[in-house]
């Protein structure tokens, strides 16, 4: 299993519209993206063949597009069908032909994503990964989403681990989700099949606005973090019915010190479900601001003197997830590691 086996976010669907053209990168592979004349999206390796020229600089005319240096045509295959310079002597012989022929990338558009997978064959017995990750509630009746985008300077793990980690956020972001308030939380978290699974005990009304406003009576929240290989995080928070919310993140490798970050809010209040978009999106944008802040100190200071943890109980999730990350690095597959479950307790 590698990287490279796992669809990737490049765009929202509503941002690729016909006759335009994107620039994207995965794993510093360098993308451009666009539609076909069917509305399909498109995806071809930025490089033309001819003199080497950035597709994602040219036109996209009637689903193909056209290099900006010389003008060669792409289709949707990434086949070359028009060269200026041969007019109406375009060359037409088949062994010619197959080699006029630029990459192409598979792709697919679901819950308002255009995905890019790079692996010409995925490895076998990933039937699990043929589809991207499912985004909860997503446009689902009673549902509301905010989706928001950031650039982090940081790697896909890093980014990750921050986004399921409870013990920053008293310090990074006090007042806006979380003040330090000496208060002891059980997790029990749990690795299994790639995924890792925290679920929290003892959580009160310490969120932020939205618990003071949607949890007045105080009622137990339930409280679950998951992370799923090799990009995926999903929070979620169970006030009861009504009194919803998934924070669910797709970190997408850009190369190996950027990560393009696409966040989905999903939430379900209630009959405060439009009053609430506004906080939820300024609650939202404010509080990955922070972490875009900590997590470039932290990437410049690993930049210098490597990486070398310490870690304590509450860093057992990171654990967990750093071990499904170095396997699917070394070729391995995470679902072979053994299942682990273990009970920690921490401070807020
Ligand atoms: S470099 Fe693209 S057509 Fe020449
Ligand atoms: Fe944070």
Redesign the pocket.
């Known amino acids: 299993m590698q990287f490279i086996d796992f669809w990737y976010v490049v765009a929202e669907s509503r941002e690729l519209k016909a006759n335009i053209i994107l620039q994207r990168s995965i794993l510093n592979e360098w993308l451009a993206i666009f539609r076909d004349d069917n509305g399909e999206p498109v995806a071809l390796q930025d490089r033309?063949?001819?003199?080497?020229?950035r597709?994602s600089k040219?036109k996209v005319l009637q689903g193909k597009v056209?290099?900006?240096?010389?003008?060669?045509v792409y289709d949707k295959s990434g086949k070359v069908v028009a060269?200026?310079s041969e007019g109406n002597d375009f060359i037409k012989n088949i062994e010619i032909c197959q080699t006029r022929h630029g990459i192409v990338y598979e792709t697919c558009e679901i819950d308002g994503y255009v995905y890019v997978r790079l692996a010409s064959n995925p490895s076998e017995d990933l039937q699990l990964f043929n589809q991207p990750f499912k985004m909860p509630f997503y446009k689902e009746p009673g549902w509301e989403t905010m989706r928001v985008i950031n650039r982090f300077h940081n790697n896909v793990t890093n980014c990750v681990e921050n986004f399921i980690d409870i013990p920053h956020t008293a310090s990074v972001h006090p007042g806006v989700f979380r003040n330090q308030c000496r208060q002891k939380l059980q997790m029990i978290v749990e690795r299994c099949n790639g995924s890792v699974v925290a679920e929290y005990r003892n959580e009160i009304n310490n969120l932020g606005w939205f618990t003071s406003f949607l949890n007045r009576q105080g009622n137990e929240i339930t409280h679950t973090d998951s992370f799923h290989m090799p990009n995926i995080t999903s929070v979620e928070y169970n006030m009861g019915k009504n009194r919803r919310l998934f924070i669910t993140s797709q970190s997408v490798p850009e190369s190996n010190d950027m990560t393009l970050v696409y966040t989905d809010v999903t939430y379900n209040y209630g009959i405060w479900n439009k009053f609430a978009k506004p906080f939820v999106w300024w609650t939202a944008q404010h509080i990955i601001h922070q972490d875009v802040e900590a997590l470039a100190i932290q990437w410049e200071v690993i930049q210098k003197y490597g990486t070398q943890f310490m870690n304590t109980p509450a860093d057992t999730i990171h654990v967990f997830v750093e071990s499904i990350c170095n396997a699917i690095a070394q070729g391995n597959d995470p679902r072979k590691l053994p299942n682990k479950s273990v009970t920690v307790n921490f401070w807020v």
Do not use: A, K, M
């Open positions: 033309c063949i001819h003199r080497h020229s597709l040219g056209q290099c900006p240096y010389h003008g060669w060269v200026p």
